[in-house]
């Protein structure tokens, strides 16, 4: 069964930066799209960024130019590199299998990201 | 962009009852259309995709229906573990929207 874990949540002042991982079993990451989603606190589910197996690149209009997402495949790691941090990013982010044409399975348990100063 | 609009946004409901959920898209995406269930402090579970598809592993007391710009989530005979938030998606087009999610609550 296919498991993919997040990290590197935390605290950051609005204007840094922060880069989430997703390690991946198997060769999730090389041979599957993946994507981020968000959850901000009491909110609802809010889609972030896909990168599909070719490379190919996808953001949500808020996270446009400040958020990258890229993979290592000889890691099986999935990336969101998180630049020009703002409040409103403040969210649980959650990295998720995802099967074409976009639907997310699995989840990851989710990284918490609060953008405070 | 696509706007996915779920009503209603919470209902209270009894163990067995009969609950349905109706997600309407602001423009025709065919049966591109996913549903999810989450459990307080739980990441998201896919339940149906492609509209009416069965994820592998959900009960089947869980269907969906629709195509075009109106889709419904149905739950047969509410089981406890059964009241959590559920939330409709698109795939038709970037960028991927969600519905807003409806809480089913006990009565």
């Known amino acids: 069964e296919v498991q993919v874990v997040e990290s590197g949540g935390g605290l950051v002042q609005p204007g840094g930066s922060l880069r989430l991982s997703c390690a991946a079993s198997?060769?999730?990451?090389?041979?599957?799209?993946m994507s981020w989603v968000r959850q901000a606190p009491g909110k609802g589910l809010e889609w972030v960024s896909l990168?599909?197996?070719?490379?190919?690149?996808y953001y949500a209009d808020s996270v446009k130019g400040r958020f990258t997402i890229s993979r290592d495949t000889s890691k099986n790691t999935l990336y969101l590199q998180m630049n020009s941090l703002r409040t409103e990013d403040t969210a649980l982010y959650y990295c998720?299998?995802?099967?074409?044409?976009?639907?997310?399975?699995?989840w990851g348990q989710g990284t918490l990201v609060i953008v405070s100063s | 962009d696509i706007q996915m609009t779920q009503s209603p946004s919470s209902v209270s409901a009894s163990v067995g009852d009969r609950v349905t959920i109706t997600c309407r898209a602001s423009?025709?995406?065919?049966?591109?259309l996913a549903w999810y269930q989450q459990k307080p402090g739980k990441a998201p579970k896919l339940l149906i995709y492609?509209?009416?598809n069965l994820q592998s592993g959900v009960p089947s007391r869980f269907s969906g229906s629709g195509s075009g710009t109106n889709f419904t989530l149905t739950i047969t005979s509410l089981q406890p573990e059964d009241f959590a938030a559920y939330y409709c998606?698109?795939?038709?087009?970037?960028?991927?929207?969600f519905g807003g999610g409806t809480k089913v609550e006990i009565k």
């Open positions: 998606q698109q795939a038709n087009s970037f960028p991927l929207t």
């Open positions: 990168i599909y197996s070719a490379g190919s690149t």
């Open positions: 198997a060769s999730t990451v090389s041979s599957n799209y």
């Open positions: 423009q025709v995406i065919s049966s591109w």
């Open positions: 998720a299998g995802t099967r074409s044409p976009g639907w997310f399975d699995p």
């Open positions: 492609d509209a009416s």
